[in-house]
């Protein structure tokens, strides 16, 4: 019996796949595997790769013409046995470029060099992303294949994938959004041998079907879903678990002119003249000033400074007095390609104008029949260039609506292209959100009633209409803010009376299932504006309270003079958290620009409970301080604020509510 047992001991090990005589554990370390730094040396010597940065990202373009050059032995990180883990993740950043309809390229395969078997492998095609590997069963090998539809991958931009594999179980999550799961009948095998095998970066072992994109990671994680490390990501596009150090540092940013570590090629264009946008077509594009005789890259939406002093605000001087139709509650900058840049004024009376930037200053172009409007807001769907109005008084007629007004390319004007029945309309969001364009209309009051809702509206590409989308409950409504953080897209108004007192709650609300559902309220006194900011990672939104008023009070002149509040987003506990008050005196609007590295917030100070002569405040940020007040400007009654560029320089320019004037600021910087 004792013979039998310690024969038995003697074997258990050699009967367990594996395993060998010491002690088991498992083939690789269980730590993130970077299969790109195992290919590619740290210097970038490597045949055929190269650094190209777009859309301010670095990845690598690989475009070897042997294909084994991009390869190592499995061996390399398999160091303890030959068995490919039973679970793993793999992690996959890439921008792909548009394929014809059947063509198929290869991210990376495992192959059985001595029999050019492929092991295990992962592919895309223009509609599906295909997980291949091999299955054994006696003298019996077959490839089995588990395709995710519709990750649309070919449409230029960068993304994340993360395929989670657990036995019979795989998952595909793209940009941290929601996984797609599916239940294979033939799960993974426990015991797939790479002994003897290679990784293959981009291809299978041969030139057809090589990756033709950029990619910036490919990571093998052991034993476990990777997706809970990356996610939630403020920019879910490029969550990170693991670069190679080619493509480490901050993405398109040079500091402070460093010569750069590794040579890398961009997708080029230089633009000259004034200002030109910087949007997502823009990014990694180089605009150079030719004033200030900088270089200037497009990163994000800022342009960063490559080749220029830093820029610094000394002060604040009068650029022009703009008079106007009447008093201006509302004024829009925007550009109009080929056409230049254009400021809208929405006027007290009848006649509202848009001017034109002209030798440096802004001339008269058209006059626009309004009743009380509040505001302007411009987009673009494609390339049609709209405007639209909020009115807040009803026309000749005695009809409430507002008016959508679309740029004519012959005539070089705005003509109206569709009403919107609306109810004392405050403001305008115009936004898109997955591809879809909308528009939200603050309606203020209906007669006496101020608790009534306010409406979102989807554009109909088949009508090429806007249609009543959503509705939602506010009281007296005075502003929209869209933003988006990572996936998730908000939408704050804010209430500014509900028809007995002014402390109300002002909500946001989330985009989830096709329509905006309640997130998070925030207790305000007269909200009139919501602004929302980042400075770097961070995430800001400012609100500007208005006064103090309820019926059952007596109201006093200090009511004005109240406290406008920045609340931060805090990621781990996803709400927004009071980060710091400002006093201000009925304020009316924020609006957030920077000048170089330094970031400001100026606030619409409009009346003090004496005077409207009150003046408004450019607050500067100083990181743990917060904002901290820097230039005073004299102001009267105050109502909006934006920033703009030209060639010459960065401008405010203000409304007043109070008088048919209008000014332009510049910004002097040294």
């Known amino acids: 019996m004792s013979v039998l047992l310690t024969l038995c001991v003697v074997l258990l090990p050699l009967a367990t796949p594996g395993r060998g005589a010491g002690r088991w554990g498992p083939c690789t ?29 670095r990845g690598l373009q ?13 061996s390399r990180i398999f160091f303890r046995c030959d068995l490919f883990p039973e679970e793993f993740s793999i992690v996959v950043t890439l921008k792909v470029p548009s394929l014809p309809a059947k063509k198929n390229e290869y991210l990376f395969t495992v192959v059985a060099e001595e029999r050019d078997s492929l092991l295990l492998g992962l592919r895309y095609s223009p509609a599906q992303l295909h997980f291949l590997f091999l299955r054994e069963a006696g003298a019996r090998a077959w490839r089995a294949r588990v395709s995710f539809r519709g990750p649309a991958l070919t449409d230029g931009r960068w993304h994340t994938l993360v395929l989670a594999v657990s036995e019979g179980s795989f998952s595909l999550t793209t940009d ?68 190679p150090p080619i493509l480490r540092g901050l993405t398109g940013r040079p500091e402070d002119n460093e010569v750069l570590k590794y040579p890398y090629e961009a997708d080029m264009k230089v633009t000259l003249g004034s200002r030109p946008p910087c949007t997502k077509a823009e990014d990694a594009q180089f605009w150079f000033d030719a004033g200030r005789k900088g270089l200037y890259l497009c990163v994000g939406s800022e342009w960063v400074s490559v080749l220029a002093a830093k820029e610094r605000l000394d002060y604040v001087e009068e650029h022009q007095s703009l008079f106007t139709n009447a008093e201006t ?32 200053k802004f001339s008269s172009y ?99 209409l806007f ?23 908000f939408l704050a108004v ?50 500007a309270n208005s006064h103090r008023y309820d019926v ?45 590295e330094d970031y400001f917030l100026v606030v619409a100070n409009s009346f003090d409970g004496n005077t409207f002569s009150v003046n408004s405040i450019i607050y500067r940020w100083q990181g743990y301080e917060g904002f901290v007040a820097v230039h005073s400007l004299p102001t009267f009654g105050c109502r909006d604020w934006e920033t703009f560029h030209t060639a010459a320089g960065s401008y405010l320019v203000y409304s007043s509510a109070k008088e048919p004037l209008s000014r332009v600021l510049k910004l002097r910087t040294g």
């Open 29 to 57: 370390d269980l730590r993130p595997l970077d299969i790109l730094a195992e290919a590619v040396p740290p210097d970038g010597t490597a045949v055929g790769v190269r650094v190209t940065q777009v859309q301010g990202v």
């Open 62 to 74: 690989l475009s070897a013409a042997a294909p084994h050059d991009l390869s190592f032995p499995a």
């Open 176 to 243: 941290c959004g929601l996984p797609v799961d599916i239940m294979a009948d033939m799960p993974f095998p426990a015991t797939l041998s790479v002994q003897g095998a290679r990784f293959f970066i981009g291809s299978r072992r041969r030139t057809k079907g090589q990756f033709t994109g950029l990619v910036r990671q490919l990571v093998l994680l052991p034993g476990s879903d990777a997706t809970p490390r990356l996610c939630p990501c403020r920019n879910p596009e490029l969550a990170l678990l693991s670069i």
């Open 329 to 360: 509650l509302g004024i829009e900058v925007f550009v109009i390609p080929e056409a230049g840049l254009f400021v809208a004024t929405a006027n007290r009376k009848t006649t509202s104008a848009i001017y034109k930037w002209t030798d440096g």
């Open 366 to 464: 058209q006059d626009i029949p309004t009743h009380q409007a509040q505001s302007w807001r411009h987009f673009t769907i494609g390339k049609k260039i709209f405007l639209v109005v909020a009115n807040f008084e009803p026309n000749e007629k005695g009809q409430e609506f507002s008016v959508i007004y679309k740029w004519s390319q012959r005539r070089l004007r705005f003509t109206p292209y569709q009403r919107v029945l609306t109810h004392s309309a405050r403001d305008w969001e115009a936004f898109e959100v997955a591809g879809e364009h909308f528009l939200a209309v603050a309606n203020h009051r209906e007669g006496d009633n101020h608790n009534i809702n306010s409406v979102v509206y989807k554009w109909n590409p088949g009508t090429r």
């Open 467 to 489: 249609e009543a989308n959503q509705t939602i409950a506010t009281s007296g409504a005075y502003d929209w803010e869209f933003f988006t953080v990572g996936p998730y897209a």
């Open 494 to 543: 804010a209430n500014a009376f509900n028809g007995t007192s002014t402390r109300l709650h002002s909500h946001l609300y989330v985009r989830l299932g096709g329509s905006f559902q309640i997130f998070q309220s925030f207790l305000t006194f007269g909200a009139a504006d919501w602004e929302v900011f980042h400075i770097g990672e961070r995430v800001f939104l400012a609100v």
């Open 552 to 596: 059952e009070m007596q109201v006093q002149n200090d009511s004005y003079v109240i406290n406008s509040v920045i609340y931060e987003l805090n990621v781990t506990a996803q709400t927004f958290v009071r980060f710091q008050e400002i006093r201000t005196c009925s304020a009316l609007d924020w609006e957030f620009f920077s000048v170089g």
